[in-house]
Every structure is written in structure tokens, then in C-alpha cells.
């Protein structure tokens, strides 16, 4: 297909396509004259990828790249999505030295019932602790009874993660859908639990009439 | 204590203070002199909510004036938890239209099953639609099998989360403590998902000896 026609076809403007391809986030398509090109379905599978990506992963066109470029050098699977992760905002809390070391101690008591490993240089790790510490700085001290549960249900989301991944029958399309599952799974998760938490909060105190 | 102490108390520098002071997030210290006043415990408590509501939540300071009035005024647990939740930045996807039926069918259908209440106007099933459809654009359609099973662990989460509140004695205190719970709860929950995602993956997939 021609530019215009993958722009039609992805929804992205002609320009911003022009974009990708000059950062190299979009293989140049099959050049057929001194200036046109001829673009395929992998085009337009990558443009979507590309826009999730940025869109609702909130990724910086250089991380966008290095994730690509993982996924296109045949990298292992968990050197991509360890990538992705790493890419992925996450929330950064400082907190202080005494606080840290509560909560990273509290991480690894439950982190060690579950299996996990926490390397210390897993940026993971360090937001995980960051907003343990801002739940205690707000005295939210009795969090701490119900991590191990937390914990245990997120290993429950994680199965049903890899699940969703496991069957799919080429590499490339494994490694793709990890990443997309990475970067949509957090939003579509969060909206879940909203919709749980108002059924819940609804339940438990009723609305007063007005 | 005076702003100076508040400050140190807080880890917010004074100037920041002074800016939530003229934007009304944090109410005035008693005046012991003409340009002296005192603050109190609350005011430490109140600076750190309003800074996970900022840094964490990543609300604008007329989003966070909103929610700080919803608890302020008294409002009933459920409103101040809409407010809270409406506030909070969730991914907005744009999808087609016939994408979005079809993805508004799937979430009517999931939240039958869980006995969810899925208004029309409610940003948070906007929010659903939207990353449900941008999984279909991805091709990712198989994972129609495995959402009525994220909806069931968000219910489970949502309980963990009602549970950790429930308890607390005051009315301010639980209305505080379900606002922190939601803002920090979906970057703590995300962390944890990681940590079980990573464990998951080395174990599906354990990396390449280099």
C-alpha cells in the first residue's frame, strides 16, 4: 500500500509517519519510484505498536526505539520485557534513608514468600519501595498486614499475563504481545479495580439520598 | 510549630508552603503576629496528602483543591472517591466506533458477572472501552477469554483495598486514607504486578547463558 493509504489504515497522520521513519521507529517500506514507497500489514502492526507505546505507555520516542530494537534483534523474551519495564514510568517517590530501609525489608519478607527475585539495581524494586515508603509516611502503617495479599493476587495477574502470551505461535508475535500486554495490562487493570472499588465503596456506604 | 519547623517536618520547602497557602490546599496557621503563624499537626498530614495527590497521582492543583473540598465539606465517602477517582489522569484512548461497541458489549457482559454498575458518564468505563479497544487494534482479540478472570482479581484487590480502610475510626481519617489508597494503590499494584510478571517470565522463558 502507499503512505497515504497506511496513514488511512492506521489512523496516523501522514506527518507524524514521516516522523517515525526518519527515527527509524518504522523500517522504510519497499521504495517502487525516486519518491514513493510501497508499505505492507507489518507496517501497519508496527504503527500501532509504536502508538500504544507512546500513547498509553507514555514512552519517549528514544525508549520506544530501544524496545523496538529488541524486539527486532531477537533479543530473549525476558531481555525485552525487562527493557519495556524499565521503560515504563513508574513512579519515582523519594523518601528518606530510614523509611527505605523499612520498606524494603517489608518488600522482601513478602518478595521471598512469593519467589521473586529484587535485585537492588531493578528499577521495580526501587518504586515499589518509594511507594511503600509514601503509604507510611501518610501513616498508612497497617498497609503492611495486607501486602502478602496483594502480592498473591498480583502473581495471579501475572499468570493470567503470560497466559494470554504463552499460546501464540511465532517468537515475534510472543514478544509483541508481552510488551503491548506490559504497557496496556497496567491500564486496563486500573480501570477494573476502579470499577471493583466503586461497586465495593458503593456497597459499603450507600450514597446518602439527595 | 512555625513554617519554618512545618517545612523541616515536612521535607516541603517553605516557598512551596507558602504557593499551597495562596492556593488554598492547605488552610491558613493561626496568626500569632502580623507575619508569624502557627501550624499544627494537621498541617503535616494535610502537606503530605497533597503531595502524593501531585507527585503520585499526578493531579493538577485545581484537581487536588477539588478532592481537599470534597473532604473538607463533608461529603459521603462515595462522592469524595468519585471526585478522587474522575481526577485521577486514566489512560484515554481514542477507538472507532464500531471498536468501542464492541468493546462496551464485552465490558457489559464482564461486569454483569461481577455485578458492576457501568454508567455511561462514568470516565472509568471510558477509560475500559478505550484500552480494550486498543488491545483489539493490536490484534490482541484472545484476550476477550481471560478479562471475566482480571475482573474477578480486581474485585479481590478492590476487597483488600475497602478492607484496609473499613477499620480506621473517624470519618476524615477513612475518607484520607481511601484517597491515598487510590492514588498509590494502583502505582504500588503495578509494581508488585511487575515483580510477579518478571518472576513469571524467567521462569516461562529463563534467559540465554552470555
Known amino acids: 500500500m502507499r503512505m497515504a493509504e497506511l496513514s488511512a489504515e492506521s489512523g496516523v497522520p501522514v506527518a507524524t509517519i514521516k516522523y517515525y521513519l526518519r527515527e527509524g521507529l518504522l523500517p522504510p517500506g519497499e521504495r517502487t519510484s ?23 505507555g507514555g514512552l519517549s520516542i528514544a525508549r520506544v526505539r530501544e524496545v523496538l530494537d529488541g524486539i527486532d534483534e531477537h533479543d ?52 515499589a519501595v518509594g511507594t511503600l515508603g509514601a503509604f507510611a509516611a501518610l501513616g498508612r502503617t497497617e498497609l503492611v498486614e495486607r501486602l502478602a495479599g496483594y502480592a498473591e493476587l498480583a502473581d495471579q495477574v501475572a499468570a493470567l499475563d503470560l497466559a494470554g502470551i504463552r499460546g501464540l505461535p511465532e517468537r515475534e508475535t510472543v514478544v509483541e504481545a508481552a510488551v503491548v500486554g506490559t504497557v496496556l495490562g497496567d491500564a486496563l487493570f486500573a480501570a477494573l479495580r476502579r470499577l471493583a472499588q466503586e461497586h465495593a465503596s458503593a456497597t459499603s456506604w450507600p450514597a446518602s439520598p439527595s
Open 34 to 56: 525516486p519518491n514513493q514507497a510501497r508499505y505492507d500489514r507489518e507496517h501497519v502492526r508496527r504503527l500501532k505498536l509504536v502508538r500504544a507505546l507512546l500513547d498509553v
Open 76 to 127: 530473549d523474551i525476558h531481555k525485552v520485557l525487562g527493557t519495556t519495564q524499565r521503560a515504563l514510568q513508574l513512579s519515582r517517590i523519594a523518601v528518606d534513608e530510614p523509611t527505605r530501609e523499612w520498606a524494603m525489608a517489608l518488600l522482601a519478607k513478602v518478595g521471598a514468600l512469593r519467589g521473586w527475585e529484587l535485585r537492588p539495581d531493578n528499577p521495580v524494586v526501587d518504586s
